[in-house]
């Protein structure tokens, strides 16, 4: 059974950073397939970015290329995402999740983490 734990959210003024972690626990780590979404109040999941656990595979969705940065940490068991330049539009609940089949950036993960919160003033 995986288990995902995110932590690092927080509130930041429009153009600020947050680095976002998620921790993973009871998996494989050669067969991964892990990715970041977020959620904002009344709009859909959505996906962020995606790589496969090993390395490779790395997908950005369209609104954050440029400005966010997915990675990994194999001795930790941790997932990574940077977040530069942020905009009050990144404001939502952002969840890690992951699966042993490749999703990309849909929502057809199996494991998802409990969210930490991100919010971002103009």
């Known amino acids: 059974q995986v288990q995902l734990v995110e932590s690092g959210g927080g509130s930041v003024q429009a153009g600020g950073s947050l680095r976002l972690s998620c921790a993973a626990f009871g998996y494989n780590p050669s067969s991964l397939y892990m990715g970041w979404f977020r959620q904002a109040p009344g709009k859909e999941r959505e996906g962020v970015a995606t790589?496969?656990?090993?390395?490779?595979?790395?997908y950005y969705g369209d609104s954050v290329k440029g400005r966010f940065t997915i990675s990994e940490d194999n001795a930790k068991n941790t997932l990574y995402l940077q977040m530069n330049s942020l905009e009050p539009e990144d404001t939502a609940m952002y969840y890690c999740?992951?699966?042993?089949?490749?999703?990309?950036?849909?929502?057809?993960?199996?494991?998802w983490g409990q969210g930490t919160q991100v919010a971002v003033s103009s």
């Open positions: 999740a992951a699966d042993y089949n490749y999703c990309g950036l849909g929502t057809e993960y199996n494991y």
């Open positions: 790589l496969r656990a090993g390395g490779g595979g790395i």
